[in-house]
């Protein structure tokens, strides 16, 4: 049974409108870079799997992808809404680096004009829909793998999002109130 503002105890987030996490926030990324790169979306896998599956052939173009860092502002905003029982929303602002890495013989122009897609209003639409902003992309690096004794080509680059995050949490209007304040030179009755 969770607690509200009314029972006391803990109090946890409504689930009914969180924000993406976990896979579902990898697979928001996952649907944008398919869209900006042009690399087929069975070809753009995340990064860390449960089982690794084999990697495509070297003459293959393919991508890998993953949020490497996620770092919170340290303060947050609580603001109290009065509709129905009342509820607060905790508002804060998130920064996320993903990681990708394009692999196969056309990994560094991939990855430039995926990096230079991003840089488009239109392109960036969605992330606006989603509460989200581009802070940057990075360089690309060039990172070749040596794959049972074959070098794969890749080139990695990694890019900042930030996002505002908002939880609801049970947190119940006052709808009476009767108190007295004292201090030693008046007294006031307040009642709401």
Not at 10 to 18: C, D, F, I, K, T
Not at 167 to 179: A, D, E, N, V
Request: net charge negative; proline share 4%; charged share 20%.
């Amino acid at each position: 049974m969770s607690a509200s503002s009314s029972t006391g105890g803990y109090l946890q987030a409504a689930v009914n409108n969180a924000p993406l996490d976990d896979d579902d926030l990898v697979n928001f990324f996952q649907e944008w870079v398919v869209g900006l790169s042009g690399i087929d979306g069975s070809k753009v896998r995340p990064r860390w799997q449960p089982e690794a599956t084999n990697i495509p052939d070297q003459n293959v173009n393919w991508l890998a992808l993953g949020i490497t860092i996620s770092s919170a502002d340290t303060y947050v905003a609580e603001v109290h809404n009065n509709a129905g029982a009342g509820y607060n929303e905790m508002r804060r602002h998130e920064t996320l680096t993903v990681k990708t890495s394009f692999y196969g013989p056309k990994c560094s122009g991939t990855a430039r004009r995926f990096r230079d897609a991003m840089q488009i209003a239109q392109n960036r639409e969605v992330l606006s829909l989603n509460s989200m902003g581009l802070i940057e992309s990075g360089d690309i690096v060039a990172a070749p793998e040596l794959v049972k004794e074959k070098w794969y080509l890749r080139a990695d680059l990694e890019f900042t999002i930030r996002r505002q995050v908002v939880r609801t949490y049970p947190i119940s209007s006052l709808t009476g109130l009767q108190i007295t304040l004292n201090n030693e030179h008046y007294s006031t009755q307040i009642v709401k």
